[in-house]
């Protein structure tokens, strides 16, 4: 099967999974329990139309847009310090170890608690999911590279910033990229689940509502504009990446769990 | 036979022209709930510049730790290592080092890695491009100069490799087994663009191998070193003319003498192995 076979069958796939989803709600399921493509999609119009669901949107992307890139540069940051200084890391990667079991959405009512029911109690939910991720991910790269590399370039006297721009983050960036993308979706969860707690604002906050009164292509709604959220912003990771990677022959993923 | 070889106690310990000077050098590693393994035991050496002294012996004998000793990557654990006059104390970054595997910065294209040296060093923009292209073309690597490693060949790898240590003209060059796994015909193009190479720019050579033949082909010296504890059993001078002929070198004056001098060294080490 050509790339044009796989096409159409993932065309095919989403479209019968769609028609059945519409043929079958109000025939065989109650339509306020599952909706329907032709009503959600009616709604996302209508939605963007009046402004009230792109008011939405915007609320739950500058948390994101704050959160994210806040947590995820002091999360790298702070994992090739640790790679860097043994003493750093013997005195700290314990407490980091044992505050990662923490699971961090249960702290969302605390943000709340201290920073208000607006932006901010957001952005600290987005920050500490993305962090964590990005922290990790470094942290291994700084253990699992290559020592050689850095003995050569002081060698040929090369120390200092230069020694980490030209050498150290060369390599250890496939893993800050996974890091990066692995966090992705959980900065936009952080977002949503902010907002679920305590919100007058924001995607997360228009799906509780709309559930709250049974306006289900409304939840369907938010649930598409938070995948299509995630999706451009890997999109972008993934572009950045490949420029940055070029030199790997294949850009492997390492997956690490945090 | 005899004066092929020098016993190191007849050298003389502090010639002048020495660039480097390894005295009664030591070293040992710790390994967790053992005693400590001694690598290297009363190491003495002396190097003269523009020399090319290959370094043979049977794997584990520590000749890799004496070229890290030497390159400061790690300190003796008793003597010193003296280098043009002065001890080595921390990275020693007067030499190049050409590692076992190439090791080339898979993120920077050959004219990058080549290059790579000539950063920290003063060179005008104009003199870097200049030296950097010399030596690509020296090491046959013209064209390739945008190419990433990961997109060559093992040889072209290791020619990389070994031009961005001899690129910004360290005094003495450090050799850890750079040819070892290559095959036999590689290996021999490489073995006779290096000595070219070298007899262009004389820079002194420390070339460590565990290849018999190798180590007599290139070497003015070759040092004999044993197995664990690592110790320096001879040095053998290798009576060869220059410029060398690699393809015929078994026909060459010279060569079968210090070939199986150093067979017999070797013979000896292994029956001691055996019983």
Redesign the interface.
């Known amino acids: 099967m050509g790339a044009m076979g796989v096409n159409l069958a993932r065309v095919a796939i989403i479209g019968g999974f769609l028609l059945l989803w519409e043929i079958a709600s109000g025939r065989w399921i109650e339509p306020f329990l599952v909706s329907s493509p032709s009503r959600i999609f009616f709604s996302l119009i209508s939605g963007y139309r009046d402004g009230d669901l792109l008011q939405h949107t915007w609320v739950t992307f500058q948390e994101i847009a704050i959160g994210f890139p806040i947590g995820a540069i002091s999360g790298i940051a702070l994992g090739y310090a640790f790679g860097r200084s043994r003493l750093l890391a013997e005195i700290f990667e314990p407490i980091i170890i044992g505050l990662n079991g923490i699971p961090r959405t249960a702290l969302a009512p605390l943000f709340i608690v201290w920073l208000g029911i607006g932006l901010w109690s957001k952005v600290g939910v987005v920050f500490l999911l993305t962090f964590f991720l990005n922290f990790f991910n470094t942290y291994t790269g700084m253990r699992q590279m ?1 020592q ?2 850095v ?8 120390k200092g910033w ?1 020694l980490t721009l ?2 150290i983050l ?2 250890i ?1 496939p893993y800050v990229f996974t890091g990066i993308r692995t966090s992705i979706p959980f900065a936009v969860i952080g977002a949503i689940v902010g907002e679920f707690v305590a919100a007058t604002e924001g995607v997360g906050f228009f799906i509780r509502m709309s559930a709250g009164i049974f306006k289900t292509a409304d939840v369907f709604v938010g649930i598409i504009v938070l995948m299509i959220m995630v999706i451009i912003m890997d999109r972008i990771a993934e572009l950045i990446e490949r420029r940055a990677l ?4 294949q850009t492997e993923h390492i997956q690490i769990q945090a | 036979m005899a004066n092929l070889t020098r016993n190191p106690s007849t050298v003389a310990p502090f010639p002048s022209d020495a660039v480097i000077q390894v005295e009664k050098v030591c070293k040992a590693f710790q390994s967790p709930g053992r005693e400590n393994l001694d690598a290297l035991i009363d190491i003495e050496l002396s190097i003269h510049a523009g020399e090319f002294i290959t370094v043979v012996g049977p794997s584990g004998c520590g000749k890799s730790t004496l070229l890290r000793l030497i ?3 790690s300190p003796c654990s008793s003597g010193r290592i003296v280098f043009q006059g002065e001890e080595v104390r921390g ?3 007067k ?3 050409v ?1 076992q595997e190439s ?1 080339l ?4 294209t050959v004219e990058e890695n080549v290059g ?2 000539l ?3 003063q060179y005008s923009r104009a003199d870097r491009e200049r030296q950097v292209s010399q030596f690509i073309h020296l090491a046959g690597l013209a064209g390739f100069e945008k190419y ?4 060559l060949s093992g040889g072209m790898s290791k020619r990389a490799s070994i031009v961005r240590a001899l690129v ?1 003209e360290p005094p003495v060059i450090l050799m850890d087994e750079p040819f070892g796994p290559l095959d036999a015909q590689t290996r021999m193009v490489l073995q006779d663009e290096l000595l070219k190479i070298w007899e262009k720019k004389r820079q002194t050579i420390i070339f460590v191998t565990h290849d018999l033949v190798e180590a007599v082909a290139l070497a003015d010296q070759v040092v004999v070193m044993t197995h664990r504890p690592g110790k320096i059993r001879d040095v053998v001078q290798v009576p060869m003319s220059r410029p060398r002929n690699i393809f015929e070198i078994h026909r060459q004056d010279g060569f079968d003498e210090a070939y199986g001098h150093l067979w017999n060294i070797f013979r000896h080490e292994l029956s001691i192995g055996a019983h």
């Open positions: 290559d050689e590399y003995d050569l370039a002081n060698l040929m006297g090369v230069k030209k050498v060369p390599a960036s070029r030199w790997q022959s | 390159a400061g990557f990275l020693n970054t030499v190049g080092y590692p090791k910065f898979p993120w920077l790579f040296g950063d920290s060093k990433y490693p990961a997109q910004y």
